[in-house]
């Protein structure tokens, strides 16, 4: 193992993240169209909007399940639509390999040794970040994006940074809730008025394909749809407590564990002497990144790369790590990114893993370790670093 670790240098280990991701696009498309109908769903309905047709609904001939996602992703989609299903495939999961990639590049560029923080980050999060690649999802575009947005938000870019917020927004609309980081740094109202004009241009895009009226529809089926989505897996607290302690499946028990999740996530930001502090920064976005996961009801296996994420940046933030440290570390790496693949037999999965939400667990006491170490952080009166150019 440790041979292994020293053969993969950083460049070695971003080649080995294009190849292996590009490759699983290859592996789904021959064993056939049930593999790969996550990217059928994201590439084809450009064809209903090349004919004026809802792009909400059934549409079994281009792929099935609901299209869940804002009509301005159908837009952005339309390269794809026209590339063969296998070239598709292959070309989508690049997109999302180096989006994600730039993200972590960047955002650790301020690091003391960012080379190294750069490798330690990306070997904690290949296993979640394949099992993303595997099911041909948005989620490490998304979590690309979102640390972009945060990098050029710290180095007062607020337009490019604007930017990815809002592309976040229209392909899965919880990743926009990164821009709340822009409390921590200058240039508020510019940042502002960035968002809003963003968000307008994002949101009219297609309008170069379909009349006013007929987005304005699709947009109302878009949030219909988004409020009648069923739930997901549930692989985060929620999960947790009707696993474990027999909660009941309803809206209002769901609404009381949001709320003491969103409650215990926004107490820290009450530490206002900290707020120009790059270490209480950095322990936030990792706090954040957790909190998206383990505490949303539509939380399944793919979206962890965001979770892991998370525990990635938390584990770069320790000059020391204890031995504490050490072992949660090693819990998400076998039960929250090894849990799913083969090295644990079939019947363990199903019978233990799975119906238990364990994959959650190791994220949610990481969650609680960076959220006693932000509380125990020391007030300073110390200047952030300069910013990475």
């Known amino acids: 193992m440790q041979r292994a670790l020293r053969f993969l240098t950083l460049p070695r280990l971003l080649g080995l993240f294009v190849f292996l991701f590009c490759l699983v696009a290859v592996q789904n498309y021959l064993l056939g169209f049930g593999n790969y109908n996550n990217y059928l769903m994201f590439a084809k309905p450009f064809h209903n909007l090349l004919l004026n047709k809802s792009i909400y609904g059934l549409h079994p001939n281009l792929y099935d399940d ?16 026209y590339l063969p299903n296998l070239l598709g495939m292959i070309l989508w999961n690049l997109l999302n390999t180096l989006v994600l ?11 003391k040794d960012p080379a190294k923080q750069r490798r330690v980050a990306l070997l904690i999060i290949i296993l979640e970040a394949l099992i993303t690649a595997q099911n041909l999802q948005s989620n490490n575009l998304i979590v690309g994006a979102m640390l972009l947005g945060l990098y050029h938000l710290r180095n007062e870019r607020v337009w490019q940074a604007a930017f990815f917020f809002v592309l976040c927004l229209f392909i899965k609309f919880y990743g926009v809730a990164a821009a709340g980081f822009f409390l921590f740094y200058p240039k508020k109202p510019q940042f502002i008025l960035a968002m809003v004009v963003w968000t307008f241009l994002f949101a009219i895009a297609p309008l170069t394909m379909i009349p006013l009226d007929n987005l304005l529809a699709e947009y109302r089926e878009w949030f219909d749809v988004i409020v009648v989505s069923k739930l997901g897996l549930q692989v985060s607290v929620m999960g947790i407590a009707q696993a474990w302690f027999g909660m009941a499946k309803t809206d209002s028990n769901y609404r009381i564990i949001e709320a003491i999740g969103a409650t215990l996530f926004l107490l820290p930001f009450l530490r206002f002497s900290l707020w120009k502090d790059r270490l209480f920064q950095r322990r936030m976005v990792a706090y954040f990144l957790l909190f998206m996961i383990v505490f949303n009801k539509m939380a399944e296996s793919p979206t962890y790369v965001l979770a892991v994420t998370g525990v990635a940046l938390w584990w770069v933030t320790l000059d020391e790590p204890t031995r504490f440290d050490q072992i949660l570390l090693a819990l998400v790496i076998i039960f929250t990114s090894l849990s799913p693949t083969d090295i644990f037999p079939q019947v363990v999965q199903k019978q233990f893993f799975q119906p238990y939400n364990i994959k959650a667990l190791p994220c949610l006491l990481v969650w609680a370790r960076v959220q006693y170490q932000i509380w125990t952080q020391p007030n300073t009166d110390s200047q952030p670093l300069q910013p990475a150019l």
Request: glycine share 8%; charged share 10%; no cysteine.
């Open 101 to 111: 990639l730039a993200g972590v590049w960047f955002y650790l560029s301020d690091e």
């Open 66 to 81: 609901n299209y869940k996602y804002s009509p301005t992703f159908a837009w952005l989609m339309g390269p794809f639509y």
